[in-house]
């Protein structure tokens, strides 16, 4: 049978990056590549009911085993695509076989590699085989990690009809890592009443409590003319928007300076001309009401810039992006408490940690799918230094196959 780690370096050879400029859904063509690969996969192992729809979503059933009507149907989803913050092209899998401490260099950048000094969660992978890529685009573990789990889980399902189990769903989605993962997701027709995504980090995590999360652009007008005869008449935008940009605060939420429950304010584009330049922001806090405060701070910021330059106005929009998930699985501790079971009986202990961002498990919490995240081994997300534990990785199928007995008792 297929192992965990043969179906990941298979999935990761899929160039499957998405596009935030894209006005497509999915966002990428080369997403639905391998989404029709899984939806294949899924028919392949002998489950009828697997299909991808118009907007790049695949589904499955596993049959339940036992006929209790009282097993709620549970489902298990992971993301394709990858970010867009690094090239997810050509991507050269490598395995570093029984880590014992050693630098793991990357043979196409020499200058590129893992170490124990830099990276502490190795310090926890003595003896395990760790896969990295080669130094020049991103592994792909961010979330083809979770998509090989559930599927390796699900073959083991369907070769071992013994193990006493509920229905269980399975969904592959596409552009995740843009915001858009749950954009089209139909929570009825999936047909669960609790799921969990696997797209977490070290062993042994489950992740209930993310941030809040609205998006901010921020858009200064000016006015611009012929510089030579600009005198009394220019408006520049780009210098009411620095001015703006100088203003936020350095040592205090900012991404760079805060952890744990710390919130931030992070300038992340700038689209920038003398009549028209707009910051695109993110503004984050564990505390939804946190938000409100945070906006208000940087309205108060670009109103005061635009006052040091007579002529220039501002307009300032706010999107909701997610919410913390804390809000809504607080009302359902059964589904925390089953995969701290399901996580110990894979003699690993569970732990938790705030996430410092979200999932699509944020959003599908609240739109009536109750859904923590689990590990799935990603360690160094949306970098050319991303890796994952093989051991890691089969320890998060235990918890999947422990965690469908657990509902199931």
Not at 27 to 41: F, G, H, I, W
Not at 126 to 131: E, T
Not at 178 to 196: L, P
């Amino acid at each position: 049978m297929e192992t965990v780690l043969d179906r990941f370096l298979r999935y990761v050879q899929f160039d499957t990056q998405s596009d935030e400029t894209s006005q497509t859904y999915p966002s990428t063509d080369k997403q639905l590549v391998l989404l029709r690969d899984l939806a294949a996969e899924l028919r392949g192992l002998g489950l009828a009911d697997a299909s991808i729809d118009a907007h790049g979503y695949v589904t499955a059933t596993i049959p339940a085993t036992i006929t209790r009507s009282d097993v709620p149907t549970i489902g298990f989803i992971a993301h394709v695509d990858t970010s867009p913050e690094m090239s997810g092209a050509n991507v050269r899998p490598l395995i570093h076989r029984a880590y014992d401490g050693r630098d793991l260099l990357l043979p196409d950048d020499p200058t590129a590699g893992l170490r124990l000094a830099e990276c502490p969660a190795l310090a926890e992978q003595m003896g395990h085989d760790i896969v990295t890529a080669s130094g020049t685009t991103l592994l792909g573990a961010d979330n083809k990690a979770g998509v090989a789990e559930i599927m390796t889980a699900a073959a083991h399902f369907v070769a071992h009809p013994e193990i006493p189990h509920g229905r269980i769903r399975i969904a592959f989605t596409p552009d995740e890592e843009i915001g858009r993962g749950t954009k089209h997701f139909d929570v009825a027709a999936f047909g669960a009443e609790y799921a969990y995504t696997m797209d977490g980090g070290s062993r042994g995590e489950i992740e209930f409590e993310s941030f809040s999360a609205d998006a901010m652009t921020v858009t200064f007008h000016g006015f611009n003319t012929h510089p030579g005869f600009a005198k009394g008449r220019m408006v520049n935008a780009i210098k009411a928007a620095a001015a703006f940009i100088d203003r936020l605060p350095r040592e205090t939420l900012s991404p760079e300076t805060t952890d744990a429950y710390d919130g931030f304010v992070h300038p992340y584009v700038v689209n920038a001309s003398v009549d028209k330049t707009s910051v695109r922001l993110i503004v984050r806090d564990f505390v939804t009401a946190g938000l409100a405060v945070k906006e208000a701070a940087v309205e108060a910021l670009a109103r005061d810039a635009v006052s040091r330059y007579p002529g220039s106005r501002v307009e300032i929009a706010v999107e909701e992006q997610y919410r913390n998930m804390k809000e809504v699985l607080d009302r359902y501790p059964a589904v925390i408490e089953h995969a701290r079971e399901a996580i110990r009986r894979a003699g690993l202990e569970p732990r938790s940690k705030p996430i410092r961002g979200g999932t699509d498990g944020s959003r599908l919490s609240f739109m009536g799918l109750p859904t923590p995240n689990l590990f799935a081994g990603e360690q160094n997300f949306h970098s050319r230094l991303e890796w994952v534990s093989v051991q890691d990785m089969e320890k998060a199928v235990e918890v999947i196959v422990n965690l469908c007995r657990v509902w199931a008792e």
